[in-house]
């Protein structure tokens, strides 16, 4: 059985290994542009058959084909504990944004918003590049550039839907100065790999923000939501949050009944989650980097303690480079990030699963190779000790055969139609 070639994109895509980031759209604007399979996530559409030069280096920054890490090992800044199963580290904290209205709206404790508001307002910064609901579809969404608190704020929130906020690197590439890109470790790990190919985006892409990332399902998954919670008709949603307002916060749709009348639903974090979890892309499955391990700086949930009812929220906060460290020590000192404790367990304490995902991968990427199935080449990953440390013997055997039987299920031997897309 020959294993199949991926020469594009749409190659990428087809086979199930885009994560929908959107970079290729930005390296090659006059032949790929982003839409929404529904199905699936946001993915590519070419206009050739991929093998222009523009197409090509735009395979060259996809991240869902490849990820190199290329950080200096021996750093005596990094935490060395830490390194293999959770990437460059140097800090971490528990925190929260200094604003309060951006602590209460944001997703954990706003610090990613707080972080991208000092960047604009204090660190001489241009823009943010990031994701937001559209306007006039919001269970779908669009990639914008904030330049205000108020712009900030009204987007803070996790869209646990697709986004490709990279296909606007563009923006960063011809702003006037320097800016902020938040998004997932995916779009983060591919505007890295864009910055020598899109001109101009090396030097203006001036702090890097990626938030921690189980996956992202699909639109099918917030549109059988809607459907769940008696939407009928999507046309007739007027505002739609995943999280925030609160902490963790709820799953809010707004909708206009027959009539015309204001109607709502609410779900708890917990409820929206374990239904959505289930429309994941493939991509996410087999996914090496849940922490954003290519960013200046990222944040997470700080699960090692339950939310309580009406508590305020807060964020685990990770200092991957010098330039991020930076950052998030001046957005403190000024007031625009609360430190509340610093202490490198509270990442692996956070989020003790991600442990056994490290392992598990190592299973699961065997079992493609052995039956010959496409798979993404990562670099710089260690995988194999957390297999043999953190899973249990059935688990082992689910990260191979389980693995196997999944491909079979999601069809991975062969080309997918995208379907219907928005
Ligand atoms: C798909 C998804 C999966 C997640 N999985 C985990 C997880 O496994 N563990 C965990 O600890 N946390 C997870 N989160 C939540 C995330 O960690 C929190 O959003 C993070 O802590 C940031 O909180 P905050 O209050 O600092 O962000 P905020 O200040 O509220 O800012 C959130 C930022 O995220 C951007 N954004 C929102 N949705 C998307 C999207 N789909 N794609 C790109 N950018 C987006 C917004 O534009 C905004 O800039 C997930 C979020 C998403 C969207
Ligand atoms: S992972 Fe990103 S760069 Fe790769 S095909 Fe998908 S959208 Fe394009
Ligand atoms: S799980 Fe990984 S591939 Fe999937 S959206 Fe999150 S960062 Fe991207």
């Given at each position: 059985?020959?294993?199949?070639?991926?020469?594009?994109?749409?190659?990428?895509?087809?086979?199930?290994?885009?994560?929908?980031?959107?970079?290729?759209?930005?390296?090659?604007?006059?032949?790929?542009?982003?839409?929404?399979?529904?199905?699936?996530?946001?993915?590519?559409?070419?206009?050739?058959?991929?093998?222009?030069?523009?197409?090509?280096?735009?395979?060259?920054?996809?991240?869902?084909?490849?990820?190199?890490?290329?950080?200096?090992?021996?750093?005596?800044?990094?935490?060395?504990?830490?390194?293999?199963?959770?990437?460059?580290?140097?800090?971490?904290?528990?925190?929260?944004?200094?604003?309060?209205?951006?602590?209460?709206?944001?997703?954990?404790?706003?610090?990613?918003?707080?972080?991208?508001?000092?960047?604009?307002?204090?660190?001489?910064?241009?823009?943010?590049?990031?994701?937001?609901?559209?306007?006039?579809?919001?269970?779908?969404?669009?990639?914008?550039?904030?330049?205000?608190?108020?712009?900030?704020?009204?987007?803070?929130?996790?869209?646990?839907?697709?986004?490709?906020?990279?296909?606007?690197?563009?923006?960063?590439?011809?702003?006037?100065?320097?800016?902020?890109?938040?998004?997932?470790?995916?779009?983060?790990?591919?505007?890295?790999?864009?910055?020598?190919?899109?001109?101009?985006?090396?030097?203006?892409?001036?702090?890097?923000?990626?938030?921690?990332?189980?996956?992202?399902?699909?639109?099918?998954?917030?549109?059988?939501?809607?459907?769940?919670?008696?939407?009928?008709?999507?046309?007739?949603?007027?505002?739609?949050?995943?999280?925030?307002?609160?902490?963790?916060?709820?799953?809010?749709?707004?909708?206009?009944?027959?009539?015309?009348?204001?109607?709502?639903?609410?779900?708890?974090?917990?409820?929206?989650?374990?239904?959505?979890?289930?429309?994941?892309?493939?991509?996410?499955?087999?996914?090496?980097?849940?922490?954003?391990?290519?960013?200046?700086?990222?944040?997470?949930?700080?699960?090692?303690?339950?939310?309580?009812e009406g508590e305020a929220g807060r964020s685990l906060i990770i200092a991957?480079?010098?330039?991020?460290?930076?950052?998030?020590?001046?957005?403190?000192?000024?007031?625009?990030?609360?430190?509340?404790?610093?202490?490198?367990?509270?990442?692996?304490?956070?989020?003790?699963?991600?442990?056994?995902?490290?392992?598990?991968?190592?299973?699961?990427?065997?079992?493609?190779?052995?039956?010959?199935?496409?798979?993404?080449?990562?670099?710089?990953?260690?995988?194999?000790?957390?297999?043999?440390?953190?899973?249990?013997?059935?688990?082992?055997?689910?990260?191979?055969?389980?693995?196997?039987?999944?491909?079979?299920?999601?069809?991975?031997?062969?080309?997918?139609?995208?379907?219907?897309?928005?």
């Open positions: 059985m020959m294993l199949p070639v991926i020469n594009s994109v749409r190659d990428v895509a087809e086979y199930q290994l885009c994560s929908g980031c959107g970079v290729c759209a930005s390296v090659s604007p006059g032949t790929i542009r982003m839409t929404d399979a529904i199905g699936h996530g946001r993915r590519p559409v070419l206009t050739g058959d991929g093998t222009d030069g523009g197409s090509r280096r735009a395979l060259a920054a996809c991240p869902g084909i490849e990820l190199r890490h290329t950080f200096d090992e021996r750093d005596p800044a990094l935490v060395r504990a830490l390194r293999d199963a959770w990437g460059p580290v140097r800090r971490v904290w528990e925190g929260h944004a200094g604003d309060a209205a951006i602590r209460h709206a944001g997703s954990s404790g706003g610090a990613a918003s707080a972080l991208a508001l000092w960047a604009i307002e204090r660190g001489g910064m241009h823009g943010v590049l990031h994701a937001a609901a559209r306007a006039d579809v919001p269970y779908l969404n669009e990639t914008v550039m904030s330049r205000s608190r108020e712009e900030l704020l009204a987007r803070t929130g996790s869209r646990y839907a697709p986004a490709s906020p990279c296909d606007g690197l563009g923006l960063i590439a011809g702003a006037p100065g320097a800016c902020v890109f938040i998004g997932k470790p995916c779009d983060v790990a591919g505007a890295e790999k864009a910055r020598k190919l899109v001109p101009g985006l090396d030097e203006r892409l001036g702090l890097t923000i990626a938030f921690f990332c189980a996956g992202t399902p699909s639109t099918r998954g917030t549109l059988d939501l809607l459907k769940k919670v008696g939407v009928e008709d999507p046309s007739t949603v007027t505002s739609l949050r995943y999280r925030g307002n609160g902490w963790p916060g709820r799953w809010t749709a707004r909708w206009n009944g027959p009539a015309g009348d204001a109607r709502e639903a609410s779900l708890t974090y917990d409820e929206s989650w374990d239904f959505l979890q289930r429309y994941r892309q493939w991509r996410c499955y087999i996914c090496p980097d849940h922490t954003g391990e290519f960013a200046d700086v990222s944040v997470g949930d700080p699960w090692h303690q339950a939310p309580k991957r480079t010098a330039r991020g460290q930076r950052a998030i020590e001046d957005a403190a000192a000024a007031g625009y990030l609360v430190l509340e404790r610093e202490d490198a367990e509270l990442l692996p304490r956070s989020q003790p699963n991600l442990l056994r995902t490290r392992g598990r991968l190592w299973g699961q990427m065997l079992a493609l190779r052995v039956a010959r199935l496409p798979r993404p080449r990562y670099h710089g990953f260690p995988t194999a000790r957390f297999w043999w440390s953190e899973l249990t013997a059935k688990a082992k055997a689910q990260s191979t055969v389980g693995t196997l039987r999944r491909t079979l299920r999601r069809g991975l031997r062969s080309r997918v139609a995208l379907g219907e897309t928005r």
